[in-house]
């Protein structure tokens, strides 16, 4: 019996999934959450991938991505965000791994899949990703050392980092990576992390600390090899007034 007959194929739409971008970060790198779903009776390699799977006919789309990142990582309880749609009708079979690992665990292999992808940031500290269902292990992976996924999920992967360069241009979705206190200096490499580029220091820090959206703790570092730096956070209620009088981009 193969995995997916486990399930009740009358409710398994199989031309409908959902995939889940789930981002972390640790202080230092911009990370993913993965899952290898490759071992099977006739293929052995693993197949790295975004959490993601059929719908059941029963479910809205949402609700078929809460469960499937539940049932794959055992992680829940986030919000979720939709990327888009993706329905190249080849998406699925370019490669031959791809075409192997669906002739052993889909009941219809050749089904043309159209896939609506989601995703979320949180802090890692936070989950601890569980390997369930059909996924062989879960993980997080530094975003920079991905380079191919099955199916499209590197596709999928870069359109959920451009999702997130522009959000975090316009709305503070970065501080859901964090801690509740952090530095100037982590929120700077949070930001040099998420756009890919290097941004001035000084710059930075005078156009973050002028919007008036942190609150300075008067705590500083413990425990730390270096010189203690201030501990802040996020001060939402600043940024809603902030939101309210127009404010529509950060100008990083």
């Given amino acids: 019996m193969n995995l997916q007959s486990k399930k009740n194929k ?6 409908v999934s959902v995939d889940c971008v789930i981002f972390g ?3 230092d790198q911009l990370y993913v959450l993965l899952i290898d779903s490759g071992s099977t009776e006739a293929f052995s390699q693993a197949r790295m991938a975004v959490p993601g799977d059929l719908i ?16 794959l990582t055992s992680i829940e309880n986030i919000y979720l965000e939709q990327i888009g749609a ?3 009708p080849n998406r699925i079979g370019k490669k031959d791994s791809d075409r192997e690992w669906l002739e052993a665990i889909r009941a219809q292999p050749e089904a043309r899949v159209i896939t609506v992808a989601y995703y979320s ?29 099955a199916f499209d999920h590197y596709d999928i992967l870069q359109a ?3 999702q997130l360069r522009r959000k975090i241009k316009i709305q503070p979705i970065g ?24 941004l001035d220091k000084r710059n930075f820090r005078r156009k973050i600390l002028n919007l008036n959206i942190l609150t300075n703790l008067d705590e500083k570092q413990i425990g730390v090899p270096h010189k203690p730096s201030q501990l802040f956070e996020f001060n939402e209620e600043n940024y809603k007034k902030l939101s309210k009088e127009g404010f529509d981009n950060f100008g990083f």
Wanted: proline residues 6%; negative net charge; hydrophobic residues 40%.
């Fill in 56 to 71: 059941f006919d029963t479910e809205n789309l949402d609700e078929a991505a809460i469960r499937v990142l539940r049932e």
């Fill in 25 to 27: 970060f640790d202080l």
């Fill in 121 to 149: 940031l949180v802090r890692m500290p936070n989950f601890n990703p569980k390997a369930s269902s059909f996924a062989k292990s879960a993980g997080w992976a530094p975003v920079k050392e991905v380079f191919d996924l």
């Fill in 175 to 198: 501080f859901n990576l964090l801690p509740e206190k952090f530095t100037l200096s982590q929120l700077h490499k949070l930001y040099e992390c998420i756009l890919d580029k290097e």
């Fill in 10 to 15: 009358k409710e398994l739409n199989p031309n």
């Fill in 160 to 162: 959920g980092l451009e």
């Fill in 86 to 88: 993706f329905g190249d």
